[in-house]
């Protein structure tokens, strides 16, 4: 079945930054558009960066562009997200997700990233 097992979350300080990973399996990972998502404490998911295949097409939320990479390991099956210059406002909940180019379904049971000010 898909498994997918987020870990690098945290506490880090405002303009501090973390690197989250995604392993995973149970899917052909290197055919899969693959997600960031997150939800921040008493709000809805949010979508913040997806990735296509072969990870050369790359797209983020307004609120995260230019502080966010997405990238991936097909050889590793595994998606990160390099998170710099962090705010307050990203504390959350991060999900990966699996998808289409358009929408994403199964995600993985998520990482809390805590940014203090």
């Known amino acids: 079945q898909v498994q997918l097992v987020e870990s690098g979350g945290g506490l880090a300080q405002a303009g501090g930054s973390l690197r989250l990973s995604c392993v995973a399996s149970?899917?052909?990972?290197?055919?899969?558009?693959m997600y960031w998502v997150r939800q921040a404490p008493g709000k809805g998911l949010e979508w913040v960066s997806r990735i296509s295949t072969g990870g050369r097409l790359t797209y983020y939320a307004d609120s995260v562009k230019g502080r966010f990479t997405i990238s991936r390991d097909n050889a590793k099956d595994t998606l990160y997200l390099q998170m710099n210059r962090l705010k307050s406002e990203d504390t959350a909940v991060y999900y990966c997700?699996?998808?289409?180019?358009?929408?994403?379904?199964?995600r993985g049971q998520g990482t809390q990233v805590t940014v203090s000010s």
């Open positions: 149970g899917f052909t990972f290197s055919s899969t558009w």
């Open positions: 997700a699996k998808g289409t180019a358009t929408a994403f379904d199964s």
